[in-house]
């Protein structure tokens, strides 16, 4: 299915996908040395994401990406944003794949984001892809209001909508 950024969704089509948008604040530029080892290994863990079971969409640039998007005041934020199936099929992805090894290492390239959660999930109707600045107001909504059907985590899913 094409949807209205011209990007094509993957995976069976239900009446709900997750949207998943996270957040990282680098300590260095992303051409410091101190990143190559995250920089250089992001093209296999996005490929092993987007080839994962339950996912649809990955936000990127021209770059193959999304370590360019600047969304924040603070330059070194990094963005990355994800449509799945299903939150089982994202825990899959995040936990039990080679992925995990990286989340393991994160405190190597990142370091807290003050004020601000470093993950957000929603339910978005099937074949929606919702914009960066919808999903940063669901990152926000997320801080001020804490986990809703509207804006959650991992720790406080809500299940999709009945409508």
């Known amino acids: 299915m094409t949807v209205s950024d011209g990007s094509t969704l993957r995976g069976p089509q239900t009446d709900w996908h997750l949207a998943a948008f996270n ?4 300590k260095f530029e992303t051409d410091d040395d ?3 080892p995250f920089m250089n290994a992001l093209e296999r863990i996005n490929k092993l994401g987007d080839e994962s079971p339950g996912a649809v969409w990955r936000h990127s640039t021209d770059d193959g990406d999304s370590t360019s998007v600047r969304m924040f005041e603070d330059p070194l934020i990094l963005i990355n944003y994800t449509i799945w199936e299903s939150v089982e ?3 899959n992805y995040t936990y039990k794949t080679d992925h995990v090894q990286f989340l393991k290492r994160r405190r190597e390239w990142f370091e807290p984001v003050e004020d601000l959660p470093v993950l957000v999930l929603w339910w978005t109707p099937a074949g ?4 960066l600045e919808q999903a940063r107001t669901k990152l926000l909504h997320l801080r001020d209001n804490g986990p809703t059907s509207e804006a959650f985590t991992f720790r406080e899913p809500f299940a999709p909508p009945t409508i």
């Open 34 to 36: 101190r990143m190559a």
């Open 23 to 26: 957040i990282a604040r680098a």
């Open 128 to 131: 929606t892809i919702p914009t």
């Open 89 to 91: 099929s994202l825990q």
